[in-house]
Nanobody, 123 residues
Framework: QVQLVEFGGGLVQAGGSLRLSCAASGRTFSVYAMGWFRQAPGKEREFVAAISSSGISTTYADSVKGRFSISRDNGKNTVYLQTNSLKPEDTAVYYC????????????????WGQGTQVTVSS
């Protein structure tokens, strides 16, 4: 069982940055691949970024490549999402999730989800 709590969201102007964090409970964090997803009002949840259990491999949605960076600290049971050059279309609730592999995370059919943190980008 993994419990996930996100924080670090907020209101930022276009072009700004935010660092989202997701803290995981339990001693098994390091075996899970982790991912970030987002859901804007009236839209489906979409994949943003994922990182392998070791942190060696990462993958990103095309819409955030070059602007967002995912990382993790297994010693702190935390995964991060650094968001730069934010755009109004990045406005959404951002969720972290845990899965058994990078491909499982990208597919989004995951058991463990956080409650989400709101990111609002003003123009």
């Amino acid at each position: 069982q993994v419990q996930l709590v996100e924080f670090g969201g907020g209101l930022v102007q276009a072009g700004g940055s935010l660092r989202l964090s997701c803290a995981a409970s339990g001693r098994t964090f390091s075996v899970y691949a982790m991912g970030w997803f987002r859901q804007a009002p009236g839209k489906e949840r979409e994949f943003v970024a994922a990182i392998s259990s070791s942190g060696i491999s990462t993958t990103y949605a095309d819409s955030v490549k070059g602007r967002f960076s995912i990382s993790r600290d297994n010693g702190k049971n935390t995964v991060y999402l650094q968001t730069n050059s934010l755009k109004p279309e990045d406005t959404a609730v951002y969720y972290c999730a845990a899965g058994t592999s990078l491909s499982t995370v990208v597919a989004g059919t995951l058991r463990f989800w956080g409650q989400g943190t709101q990111v609002t980008v003003s123009s």
